[in-house]
């Protein structure tokens, strides 16, 4: 798959990662000219500065990884955010109100929708997968559609499992073609990002990309 690239937002969102680490994701994303890198908040600013003027997109995480902050915390993580330099923003939704039935959910997906679109940046919620039942990801995946996203994506990476194929298809199935879908969490090779985007997905959050791409290089070559 010649374009995989394209498909990639590089991402380390490691509690252990290091200033040479950032280095190396934002050469990496150059070199192989990923669609994004997305990387936790402190970091923004230097991988702003680094891949400056290089067409990637900076993609932030708010709410990380757990998704109940409170609503006030989220929006001002965003404005931080956008300060930073990011261009797009993956919001983790309050999976424990979700879980409790509370319209809250909803409520607090579109006011970050409403200030995340007036900084001009895309909005990814993530629903986390691998805590939904299958009639609970259709349910956030609607819910998320109708307060605004522009993708609904899989997982943090932080829960107990990652994308699923049927969970992709699951969610592509259920809200408009217009709402993109970002596969992330267990993608470590061809074969499987294959798969995530003939389920439908947009996009695959990555900490592999470039073992990936050298994967797909290395069948287009041979």
């Not at 708010?62 to 956008?82: C, H, L, N, S």
């Not at 879908?181 to 061809?190: P, Q, T």
Request: with cysteine.
């Amino acid at each position: 798959m010649k374009n995989i690239n394209r498909f990639i937002e590089h991402t380390n969102l490691r509690p252990d990662l290091t200033a040479t680490d950032i280095e190396k994701l934002a050469a990496e994303a150059i070199e192989y000219q990923f669609l994004g890198i997305c990387v936790p908040p402190f970091w923004l600013k230097k991988i702003a500065r680094d891949v400056h003027r290089s067409g990637i997109q900076l993609v932030g995480v708010i709410g990380f990884p757990m998704g109940y902050q409170m609503t006030e915390t989220k929006i001002r993580e965003i404005d931080m955010a956008v300060e930073s330099g990011a261009n797009e923003l993956d919001v983790v939704m309050n999976i424990s109100a979700f879980k409790s039935d509370m319209a809250w959910v909803k409520t607090e997906l579109a006011k970050c929708s409403k200030v995340i679109h007036e900084s001009y940046c895309l909005m990814k919620v993530i629903i986390e997968t691998a805590y939904l039942s299958d009639e609970e990801i259709v349910r956030a995946a609607i819910l998320c559609q109708d307060a605004g996203t522009d993708f609904v994506k899989t997982s943090t990476g932080f829960a107990p499992a990652g994308a699923q194929v049927d969970h992709i298809k699951l969610i592509r199935a259920s809200i408009h073609s217009n709402v993109g879908v970002k596969a992330s969490g267990g993608i470590r090779d061809l074969a499987t990002a294959v798969r995530m985007i003939d389920a439908g997905a947009d996009r695959l959050g990555v900490s592999a990309g470039v073992q990936i791409v050298q994967e797909a290089l290395g069948l287009d070559n041979g």
